[in-house]
């Protein structure tokens, strides 16, 4: 029975016994029976923490760990200058080893699959899933290739305290590419602006954006599958992946394992500028079809231009759950399906449509793993079987990550 408890208060200090961790960066402690968003720590260490916010009706609290008095072995130096308690709130994990943050990331989606798909997903998958490093990773840094830096009243750019609009002005960004910061962005003012994006593309020379006002150019970002390069065109503020290395890694993995054969018809739902789209083109031919559903109305037009060349690729601006329901209702059919939705996922009702247009293997790229968990389930539901899941540290010193899973009709 749960007994009657007031709970911390803000600023309060005190010491606790970290536990696991949880998914969005930080662990869980207790402390007189109240649930403690933990941040700077990591599981088994004894921290004393100060209080930094108090969650609905006192259920839970947040705080940040203040002095460590028992490390647990994966925690180093944070690089970063600017990380810890109150100060930039870009990062999670500053303060872990690579090969930690890996492991806590695979801890992470164990506990999701576990909990949102109801899968252990070890014993499905026959193995232990490792996180792995993005080729090309330098330790977790220098590997962000598109930032967003927010712009304070006097025009100086800096990053957000932790869930804060507060902006802290900072010199670097280790986990920036040098190339971002190689412009000077962080020692020019903006008055006037927002918000300044620093865009480094594969391919020609970084590109900033003064938000919301100035002109948004268009860069072309070049990947290198095994067999062949593809070069593309995206809005400089539109999406695309910010690990140089992430593109060619999700685009690789799901063509190996949906395996497109000739004459055969494809979806690449949530398609942005037609990357997965590009990849699946030549694989079924111009006897096959490609069609590329994306909501977004610049990244649709980048979309028909990068794929023009490839008359059996259509690219249609709709949101994909109405696309596939009209689909359905028209009895159409798919072979292959390619699933790479936006941080919510795809949701209950795109996966049932999708189910019911049976494709023989649906690919599903996530960035995260509780939507991605949820949204497995409900294909499970539809029939579909889970043929393999691998994970990406795609966001090193962040606790976000990237899944790529396969599930196969039965
Ligand atoms: C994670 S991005 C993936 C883009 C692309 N597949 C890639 O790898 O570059 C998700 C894309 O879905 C689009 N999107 C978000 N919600 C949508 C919806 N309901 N219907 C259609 N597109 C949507 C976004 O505009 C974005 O381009």
Redesign the pocket.
């Known amino acids: 029975m749960r007994t009657e408890q007031t709970g911390a208060a803000l600023g309060d200090r005190f010491v606790v016994a970290v536990g696991p961790v949880a998914h969005g960066g930080h662990c869980i402690a207790r402390h007189e029976g109240q649930v403690l968003f933990v941040r700077h720590t990591l599981p088994g260490e004894r921290v004393r923490v100060e209080v930094t916010e108090i969650g609905p009706g006192g259920r839970f609290a947040r705080a940040d760990a203040i002095e460590v008095l028992e490390p647990a072995p994966a925690r180093v130096p944070a690089p970063c200058p600017w990380s810890g308690p109150g100060r930039c709130g870009g990062c999670d994990w500053q303060h872990v080893s690579p090969q930690g943050q890996r492991a806590l990331k695979h801890d992470v989606i164990l506990e999701q699959f576990s909990r949102l798909a109801g899968l252990d997903l070890t014993e499905h998958l026959g193995r232990d899933i490792e996180v792995e490093a993005i080729p090309g990773d330098r330790d977790g840094q220098g590997w962000r290739t598109r930032v967003e830096f927010a712009v304070d009243d006097a025009g100086h750019p800096g990053l957000r305290r932790h869930r804060s609009h507060d902006i802290l002005p900072i010199d670097t960004c280790l986990i920036a590419d040098p190339r971002v910061l190689g412009t000077g962005v962080l020692a020019t003012t903006y008055p006037g602006a927002t918000a300044v994006d620093v865009v480094a593309p594969s391919v020609g020379a970084p590109v900033v954006v003064e938000v919301p006002d100035g002109p948004v150019p268009v860069v072309r970002e070049r990947v290198a599958l095994p067999d062949r390069e593809l070069e593309l065109d995206v809005s400089a503020r539109?999406?695309?992946?910010v690990h140089p290395g992430a593109?060619r890694t999700?685009v690789a993995t799901v063509l190996e394992w949906l395996a497109p054969r000739p004459g055969e018809h494809v979806l690449?739902?949530?398609?942005?500028?037609g990357?997965?789209a590009a990849a699946f083109a030549p694989a079924v031919g111009d006897r096959g079809s490609v069609e590329a559903?994306?909501?977004?109305r610049t990244?649709t037009e980048h979309a028909r231009d990068n794929l023009a060349a490839s008359p059996w690729v259509t690219v249609t601006r709709?949101?994909?759950?109405r696309a596939v329901r009209r689909m359905v209702r028209a009895g159409r059919t798919a072979d292959l399906v390619v699933l790479?939705?936006?941080r919510t996922g795809a949701g209950r009702a795109v996966c049932r449509d999708v189910g019911a247009l049976g494709p023989r293997t649906i690919g599903y790229?996530a960035?995260d793993p509780a939507a991605l968990a949820r949204d497995v389930g409900y294909l499970i539901e539809e029939g579909y079987i889970l043929r393999d899941v691998r994970a990406f540290d795609a966001f090193p010193m962040t606790h976000h990550m990237e899944l790529v899973a396969a599930l196969d009709a039965p």
């Open positions: 539109g999406f695309w992946q593109a999700f690449d739902l949530y398609a942005g500028v990357v997965f559903v994306e909501g977004d990244a709709d949101r994909v759950d790479d939705p936006p790229v960035c």
